[in-house]
């Protein structure tokens, strides 16, 4: 059934404490829970207990005494016992299957460990509990278990005692010191090495940290344990905030439904974040693990110490945090380029969300399965959503409503709004009509035209946001747009503003909050060309007047390095758009040629960023920007448009590429890796030219590491080399034994843009490495497919949309979680014209026709279908 924000009440008891005793067994673990509930004033005595299906009631009691049987009643979901005293322990045995539990919600086994996932409503798989995340308390948790197969018992906190319980058996005690919600409790046991190292806080606290992973992964830990140092001494530079306990322990477990999760003092995070090696990692996931043990450690502070009051406050810590870990990676990495990153993200998968039946606010208003609004739009436009406080009042006001956040909130449960108003009260700003964001959904459009009046240029915005679910009418929001005016000859032009907005550091950051609204700059030279949405300031389609020489001009000379990119990818993006609807084979024109050679030669600019402006729009990009979406013709006019520009600049690509190959030796370095990306994107023009096959192969045989051998991998995947199935197989051979780089290959042949691509894909689930209780091994198989093989995916007989109902069904039956994030894709039907859009409902109906279909896979698909 529905859950409503407007029906939020608080909870009826508090709890002061709560002992956890597990006592784990190789078939079987039992629970004992003994509370201390405290009922409020004005509450009634009746105790409402959340509880999951899939656990035995084996004691309930009150103040050590057996609950009478007519004292009680329990279904499926709830305990509820019919009156309690006002204050008493409540003691509940109960007994649980982890080796059954595909779910990977609630304890597991995993891999030879016992683990635990409870955000967000898995703690109730454990016990009888209030498992929402307004009722906060302190944790003391005993394990027991077998000596031999799990040598390593962990919880959340500061350890406590341990010893020997005889009969091949030990425990462990934890003790948590600051109240937390049942969705921060996480349990470990098992058979793991462990990577240790310290930190001291600036205060002088002295931690210790561990990485926990299996024994054969040990080799693998480094750049988690530096990453998760560089956070720490990140978050106290920047805002203040100190770890506060005396242990930081971090898990890697295989089999794992999300990236990681910030369970307090001991993070339980999937091997794909952790494990890194440059013979096995390529350097976006070196980012990524720099990036989501960024995340969960700010999660402490940023969910943890201030945590949500509902689920439906759930971006108040995620959009939140992931602000963080990207400010966090920008300063350890390229800030332009992480900022690339992160639109590109948000446009390929949030905006489409947005945009489709799945579409919700940041602060959604119902759900029937919160785990379906783990999405892109809490996290990723949650984080924009902060970001444009950050613009509209500053890094200062920014720094300080932090600071009064955790003043007003620290060890609480909190809302969203309570977040705005610090940042309100700290900045003086009037954000009311900005938490708009928070609640209406979709994209919004703004369209910028020009005018003149005499020597002043008038730049006028219009902003509308097309309907979406249950939002017939969207009211104007509140965005900062970020511009700036490029002179005739290159420089920076500060011309004085009428209207609401200030200069800063070059450019100017103006406040639209009405429908259509001007803005006049004073005295501005001729042939001033203005950028506009710099840094991507706000998360809108913007529409401009630009001309191609306007934005031929722009991708040169802007000192933003966002609108140079862009102002690229209009570019290339307006010819390829205008071939696909004229079917047109035109040689491209002479200023596309003259953009790119430029880029080509730019000395002065980060090699990651040119490589950037040597990439073509992705597929899926450009499919956004059409009307209907022509899989196979934007594939043909964009390879078209690549080789093109390989034949036309192929002597300056090789040279540029045999330069970049003289600074050689493996590194880690800024440096090393934005070489790497440069030299990578050149490759994919060389595999277009004559002797690209030699090349590619050469490349792919002489790689010593990762980076390196999966660009060549990829487009030997997508080639019809005689060498293809040769090194695939070998790949295969060589890295059989290592889960996440056989991900990579399962990948690799799903991204695939040849023919017979849905056919392999389908045999590939055949293969003896596939297996459907992987959550990694799903997703780099289906949701690659899916969801970034665009023309593969929406081939026009249909197979690859009959292909994904297929895969939904059978991994329902395991994991309804995982199954959930498969669905998506298929709601695109409003995208494509008939037969596709036939094929995708019926596909959906497919779904749905299927008994015992899961309530997280039931929403998605009819809400897709609506
Ligand atoms: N809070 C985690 C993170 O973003 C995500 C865990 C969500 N898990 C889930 N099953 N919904 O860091
Ligand atoms: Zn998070």
Known sequence: QEIRLEDYEAPAFTIESINLIFRLHDDYAEVEARSLFRMKKGAGSELRLDGGPYMDLLALEIDGSPVPDDQFVKSAEVLQLRSVPEKFELGVVTRLRPRENTRLEGLYFSGGNFCTQCEAEGFRHITYFPDRPDVLTRYHVRIEADTKSCPVLLSNGNPGQKGDLGDGRHFAEWNDPHPKPSYLFALVAGNLACQNDSYTTASGRQVDLNIYVSEQDLDKCDYAMQSLKRSMAWDEEVFGLEYDLDVYNIVAVSDFN??????????????????????????????????????????????????????????????????????????????????????????????????????????????????????????????????????????????????????????????????????????????????????????????????????????????????????????????????????????????????????????????????????????????????????????????????????????????????????????????????????????????????????????????????????????????????????????????????????????????????????????????????RRLRNVLLNYIALMPDGEETTQRRYAEADNMTDCMAALSLISHSNFDCRDKVLQEFYDKWRQNDLVIDKWFAVQAQSKRSDTVSKVRELTQHEAFTFKNPNRLRSLISTFSMLNQVRFHEKNGEGYRFLAEMIVRVDELNPQTAARLVAPLGRWGRVDEPRKGFMKDALMSVLKVSNLSDDVRELVEKSLA
């Open 258 to 675: 999300m990236g990681a999760m910030e369970n307090k003092g001991l993070n339980i995070f999937n091997t794909k974040y952790v494990l890194a090696s440059p013979e096995t990692a390529t350097d976006a996931d070196f980012d990524h693990v720099e990036g989501v043990i960024g995340h969960e450690y700010f999660h402490n502070w940023t969910g943890n110490r201030v945590t949500c009051r509902d689920w439906f406050q759930l971006s108040l810590k995620e959009g939140l945090t992931v602000f963080r870990d990207q400010e966090f990676s920008s300063d350890m990495t390229s800030r332009a380029v992480k900022r690339l990153d992160d639109v590109r993200v948000l446009r390929m998968l949030q905006f489409p969300e947005d945009a489709g039946p799945l579409a919700h606010p940041v602060r959604p208003e119902k759900y029937i399965e919160i785990n379906n609004f783990y999405t892109t739009t809490v996290y990723n436009k949650g984080a924009e959503v902060i970001r444009m406080m950050h613009s509209i009042i500053g890094p200062e006001a920014f720094r300080k409503g932090m600071d009064l956040y955790f003043e007003r909130h620290d060890g609480q449960a909190a809302t969203c709004e309570d977040f705005a108003a610090a940042m309100e009260d700290a900045s003086g700003a009037d954000l009311k009509q900005f938490r708009l964001w928070y609640s209406q959904a979709g994209t919004p459009k703004v369209t910028a035209r020009r005018s003149h009046e005499g020597r002043d240029l008038i730049i006028t915005l219009e902003q509308s946001c097309a309907p979406s679910p249950g939002q017939g009418v969207k009211l104007p929001y509140h965005m900062p747009i970020r511009l700036g005016l490029v002179g005739p000859n290159g420089g920076e032009v500060t011309a004085d503003l009428e209207g609401d907005g200030k200069w800063e550091d070059g450019s100017c950051i103006v406040n639209l909050r009405e429908t259509h609204q001007s803005f006049r700059f004073k005295n501005v030279p001729e042939g001033t060309v203005p950028s506009i949405l710099r840094g991507f300031s706000a998360p809108v389609v913007l529409d401009h007047d630009l001309s191609d020489d306007e934005l031929a001009f722009l991708a040169v000379q802007d000192s933003d390095p966002f609108v140079r990119w862009e102002s690229t990818q209009d570019l290339y993006s307006r010819y390829l758009v205008k071939q696909v609807s004229e079917d047109g084979e035109g040689h491209p024109p002479e200023l596309l040629l003259q953009v790119f050679t430029g880029h080509l030669a730019d000395k002065a600019t980060d090699p990651a960023l040119v490589a950037e402006l040597l990439t073509l729009p992705g597929e899926i990009a450009l499919g956004q920007k059409m009307e209907s979406l022509a899989p196979e013709r934007i594939h043909t006019a964009r390879e078209t448009l690549a080789k093109a520009f390989a034949d036309a600049s192929s002597e300056n690509i090789i040279d540029l590429y045999q330069s970049l190959k003289a600074a050689q030796g493996y590194s880690h370095e800024q440096g090393a890796k934005a070489n």
